[in-house]
Nanobody, 123 residues
Framework: QVQLVESGGGLVQSGGSLRLSCTAF????????LGWFRQTPGKEREKVAA????????YLADSVKGRFTISRDEGQNTVYLQMDSLKPEDTAVYYC????????????????WGQGTQVTVSS
């Protein structure tokens, strides 16, 4: 059974930093493309960042470019989302996503989801 276990959310002041972690169990990590999505009440889930199988140039949404970094650690079966210079509009539930493919395209193609972790940025 495949599981994605997230950690690292919380409350932070505007301008602060958080790092989210997501560890995959039950599937060879090297098979996976990985990403982070976020969702706020009443809005569609937004793709924030993604990194393909084996690494390569990551995808970052325009709203987070220059502030967020996605990385993967093959030895730890973990994908990270480093979030710096956080803004109140970054407040959302963040979901780790994994897909058994070379690259992650969109939400509809995600095979596995993490449980979600709340990130709250106060002004």
């Amino acid at each position: 059974q495949v599981q994605l276990v997230e950690s690292g959310g919380g409350l932070v002041q505007s301008g602060g930093s958080l790092r989210l972690s997501c560890t995959a169990f039950g599937i060879p990590f090297r098979w996976l493309s990985l990403g982070w999505f976020r969702q706020t009440p009443g809005k569609e889930r937004e793709k924030v960042a993604a990194v393909g199988r084996g690494g390569g140039t990551p995808y970052l949404a325009d709203s987070v470019k220059g502030r967020f970094t996605i990385s993967r650690d093959e030895g730890q079966n973990t994908v990270y989302l480093q979030m710096d210079s956080l803004k109140p509009e970054d407040t959302a539930v963040y979901y780790c996503a994994a897909q058994n493919s070379f690259a992650m395209a969109n939400e509809m193609e995600v095979d596995y989801w993490g449980q979600g972790t709340q990130v709250t940025v106060s002004s």
